[in-house]
């Protein structure tokens, strides 16, 4: 495997982590609008991805350092060509981070609906705007010679991408739902298992629409037909484990097969788009690449040393993190949010 | 009509200087409050506990919006300078990789288990937790600097494919601009967040209340206060000698010295600057200082703009290498200002701790100095940068690519102006609140938030939980 092709993968994996996690904590920030019932259920909700959001969330800026570093192109084409929408992605995650921790400091009702909001639109957005970006690059966008994008509205948001970032929105949704019934007892925890085995017919629904218009609308099976009929049928098969699973009561498995359906969606993308990072629907020949964005060879040797060495410890330390706060929250405990 | 070079460049220096209000007070807390847990630690006082979650909840709150505005500064460069990002991606974009691998991580994660670990974690490991957040901290402004340095003096890459791709890292992170720039700016970190609990707690002194407790505060503060503040006027000395050497114009521009200076080197205290005409009014000077700053002794010519844009124009071909003078003079001129108070509070108050004085009523009027003292870190991070960015242009990458070359093509100046306009308003909104949440915190004081934490008493189910974990 060329260098070039391992920095692929890594930013591959850097966002198949990101949205496993973040995904989650996505999930229950919406939640806290329509399942807790009342302020203190919506504590216990923030309180179960309180110490792991913003850990998390630096997924997301890890695969943007990657993407720089790795793919300087890939990152300027489509982090200016994606202008507005990352605009309003950051103004979402802005508000959403600091509505975790504004939220508690102040008593008064009409603060807390007003973070509250901020809480529900900021993660309802990202993944939905997220949702549409991922699927753009798959689509196709105008890239030109000069490896500049220079997409009007409807480029950018079509009948293909509006349809990937309801997906994703879904998918996150249910995800999270899972993620509260692991950490949450009681009436709250059944109402979360509950609504999650609601929404995966939706969610099934979604992933077949999506399915069929990536047929017309994109070249992934031409080019990968039999990866991502793989991909697929495994996500099939997840899917349906994890509808079992929640039947069954068994959180941490259900949770772990929507975990395993975000991955493996992500993980199609990655591989649809390869060896291409971002299709011009100009010309195959503009299309950007792992060869023609990327850095020098000496810039990724220095790179994938750095990143194989401290790779390792990050994961070791997440994962401590999620074993230290593993047991449920009550109610009746102090709450920090 | 809406210039997008020009907007590019506000909206980065808005967000970039808001941004940097919360970093420096982010790294200089979370020093202060890991020293504070240790106490606790080594010496078993609750004070110290309650120490740390006190000036901890300010730390939290601003953490959070140093957070929410790093990650905008991370997207930035892809957004609106795409052009300089394809140019210098190979090299720059590494450092800004290691840094989220290394510095993000750790700060993010070390952080949520200080927070949600004081009942789960062993008091050592909580300990090394806070530590662990202060190292992430400082860690993450050796990467950026790293980057920024790149900028200020390019090291360790050659020119291929009309780019400039990494060849030698080390070069990069052994850069001489970066062991200047690094310890000047994480010292500056630490004396504000010092500053800040420093002022905080002359502030409560002044009330009358929690005496004990503000009066511990304030003395730790103030002596990392003299030593941040004494040493990062060290390596600003350091780092002005670097600068002749090796970005001799932005030198002579923050000295307003257009022809030579003449040997020895007077500094210019105050000068009336004619930017049009290329030269100066009216002037004060100190004979030999300048010397003294450039070369550490009494002699010593320094080069001025009108000779250096002649070599310029030799080197890199016709063009006006001049930076903006009148803003480079007096941003460096108020940073050395906010600096030598600084060093003159931290000072006294270190007297009055040291002789036990710190009760005395007459004390009031340096309270109330040491309170308006907040401020002073802060207009000298902010003109130390204003300096050294305004100072490099019109390079962004100097003597490889200019400013006007590194904005993205496919970006329109409304589309910059949109969320100009929206980041502005966000942020506005966000300092608002910090400060409100700020005041509020204090004004309750350390008594509120005690070891059982302060929601608990006011939650009906509070009192028994707590015994239940």
Redesign the interface.
Known sequence: MSLNELWFVLVAVLFVGFFFLEGFDFGVGMSTKFLAKNDMERRVLINSIGPFWDANEVWLLTAGGAMFAAFPNWYATLFSGYYTPLVVLLLALIARGVAFEFRGKVGHEKWKTTWDWAIFIGSLLPPFLLGVVFSGLLKGLPIGEDMEMRAGLFDMVNLYTLAGGITVVMLCLVHGLLFASLRTTGSLQERARKLARKLLIPLAALFVIFGVLTVFETDVFEVRGVLIGLVAVLGVAAFVLSGWFISKQKDGWAFGMTGTMIALSIAAVFIGLFPRVMVSSISEAFSLTIDNAASGHYSLKVMTIVALSLLPFVLGYQIWSYFVFHKRVHEKEHLEY | MLDPILLARLQFAVTTIFHFFFVPVSIGLVLLIAIMETMYVTKGKEEYKRMAKFWGKLF??N???G???G??Q??Q????W??Y??F???????P???????A???E??????W???W???SKKVHLLCIWLVALGTTVSAFWILAANSFMQRPVGFEI?NG?A???D?FALIGNGQLWVEFPHTVLGAFATGAFLIAGVSAYKMLKRQDLAFFKKSFTIAVIVALLASFGTAMFGHQQAQYLVKTQPMKMAASEGLWGKSGDPAPWTLYAHIDSNDEKNNFEIKIPYLLSFLSYSKFSGEVKGMHELQAEYEQTYGPGDYIPPVRTTFWSFRIMIAAGCLMIVFALYGTYLAWRKKLEKPNNNWFYRVMLWSISLPFIANTSGWVMTEFGRQPWTVFGLMQTKDSV????TGG?IL??LI??TA?YTV?GA?LVY?FV??IKKGPNEITS??S??L??P??K???H??
Request: zero cysteines; aromatic letters at 16%; proline letters at 1%.
């Open positions: 939290l709150i953490f959070a919006v957070v929410v505005t990650i905008l991370e997207f460069f892809g957004m609106n795409s052009d990002s394809r210098v991606g190979d090299v720059f974009g590494a800004l990789a290691v840094e989220a691998l290394f993000f991580f750790m993010s994660t070390f952080i949520g288990l927070i949600f670990g009942d789960r974690l291929n780019r791709e990494m060849n890292f993205s093509p496919s970006v589309q949109f969320s929206a980041f966000i966000l609140v949440l509020k915190v059982t934490g929601e608990q006011a939650d189910f509070g028994e939980g707590y239940v974990s």
